[in-house]
Structure formats: C-alpha cells, structure tokens
C-alpha cells in the first residue's frame, strides 16, 4: 500500500517556515518516539539549514522505553540536543527551557559578552502533522495558547508564544512532503495518525501494523487478543483471528475485518496494545 498525503497548504506553509527561519535562533524538531525516523520530515533539513536543532522526543508514554535510550543516544551521536517529553501529561516539558538554553549554550555566552543580556531565545516549532506540537506548547506555555487536536493538520497560520522573559515559541503547521519516497514510511505515518484514515485502506493498514508487531512485539498481542500460535500467520489471518476472538462478526459467522482494523489501529494509537517503537536505530 503506497500512501501519499499533501494538502495543498503545505505548499504555502513551506515557504512561510522558510521566511521565518532567518529570525530564529533554535529550531525545536518533534518527533514521534515511535517512529523516530519516519516523524521527521527530510525537508525540514533544507529549511533549517545549519541553525542549531533541538529533537524532541514526544509521546515516550507510547514509545518502548529501553527504545528511547538507543535512539537518544543515536541523536546524541549525530549531534543534536535532546528532550524526551510526553506533552499529553507535560512530563518532561519542564525541562525545555534548560534543553534549549544548553544547545545554545555558545551562542548565549557571545551574547554575554556584547551585553545582549536577556535577549529572548527565539525557537521556531517544527514536525510533520498530529506529532503534538500544539500540545507541547500548550503545556510549555502552560496556557491553550495553540490549537491542539488528535487529528493532522489543526494547526493553521503563524503564532508566536512567549513561554517566559527569556524564551519565544513560533508553532508552526504540521508539514508532510511531497512524496514518500519509502513505502515503509508512509505506513508508519499511517499506524500514528499523521496520515489522515481518509486516505488509506483501514484493513490493509491493520494487516501491515499486525505483520510488525507480530514480528517485534509478539507477546504483546497473545496478551491483547487472547491469541497463540501467530508465527507463521500472514497479517489478514491475524486480523481475523483477533475480530473473531472481540466476537466481531456479520452474518454468516464471518470475522468483521473492517471493525476490528479500527478498534486495532485505536488501541495502538491509544497505547492500549502497549508500548512500541517500529524503528531500530541499526536498521537506519
């Protein structure tokens, strides 16, 4: 399944991130934790360019936490700085401004020393839609100063948040690319929500989520849906061994395939199936 999503105002948010950048000091990059990799849109790059990046680590409440470490340490490796963060909760969100400040942590000293004391950090807010960027400032700021919804593309327009005197968030809309160049990325998009559902086979995606975690997380969904025996069984057969064990059926006794790839791809999005990461960083 090719998936491919690219609202026509993406365009348009592209060329207002690239004018705005050049007023920026930091760029904040959320990233779902799950899916570290696939949540980072390889545009945001171009845009950025050589400013200073802060990765963001949002949804760890969702995420494999022995995951989290590899993939902190890999970021680390690469050169960014890091937060780990669950925005929903706020947990970790209280140690932004010191995350921000020590990436910065040069370019604060020459400000020192032209007495440019108490200039505010201008950060702009990027990530690909439904990655929590809304939230996060939310929690931040710790007011509803940005839109937040559980669906892609809420976020309309420039918004400047001040978080304290000597800190400023720019949110920015969720933006995609114009194409996946990797299927692998587009389903993962998919399994989190930041691909609308609209644009997508719902069965075909469960069938592709529970071919994953068959392979990764197997016990997690014996434990869910009752199941055994699942090694040699294709992604389809799943689905219907886990509708039937819900007692989801039409008429004839046949498994409702349809039912339950929305109530699977809820309980993964909703964490209910447990906590996963799809990306190892040895396979990048």
């Not at 932004?96 to 807010?125: H, Y």
């Not at 998009?189 to 691909?195: I, K, Q």
């Not at 197997?218 to 699942?230: F, H």
Request: proline letters at 4%; glycine letters at 8%.
């Amino acid at each position: 399944m090719n998936i491919q999503w690219y609202p026509g105002h993406m365009t348009k948010t592209r060329r207002q991130m690239e004018a705005d950048v050049r007023s920026v000091d930091l760029v904040a990059e959320i990233v779902d934790a799950r899916i570290p990799i696939s949540s980072r849109n390889p545009d945001i790059d171009t845009i950025v360019g050589d400013r200073p990046r802060l990765i963001i680590f949002n949804r760890i409440d969702l995420s494999d936490p022995a995951m989290n470490t590899r993939w902190i340490a890999w970021f680390k490796r690469k050169g960014y700085g890091t937060l780990e963060t669950d925005a929903k909760s706020g947990k970790g969100v209280g140690r932004f401004s010191d995350a921000a400040r020590a990436v910065l942590k040069d370019k604060l000293a020459i400000w020192q020393a032209k007495g440019q004391i108490g200039r505010p950090i201008r950060t702009m807010v990027v990530g690909v839609p439904n990655v929590g960027k809304s939230t996060f400032i939310n929690k931040v700021a710790h007011r509803k100063s940005a839109k937040a919804s559980d669906r892609p593309g809420v976020t309309r327009g420039k918004q400047w948040v001040s978080v304290d005197t000597g800190l400023e968030l720019l949110d920015t809309p969720g933006i995609l690319w114009p194409r996946f160049e990797d299927v692998t990325t587009g389903l993962h998009l998919a399994f989190t929500g930041a691909v609308k559902d609209e644009v997508t086979d719902m069965e075909e995606l469960a069938c592709a989520l529970l071919e994953l975690l068959q392979e990764r997380y197997p016990q997690a969904l014996e434990d869910r849906y009752k199941l055994s025996d699942l090694a040699d069984l294709q992604g389809w057969e799943l689905l219907e061994r886990c509708a039937k064990k819900r007692g989801m059926l039409i008429s004839g006794g046949e498994a409702d395939t349809e039912r339950m790839a929305k109530v699977l791809l809820d309980e993964f999005r909703g964490g209910k199936l447990g906590r996963f990461t799809l990306e190892v960083p040895e396979e990048i």
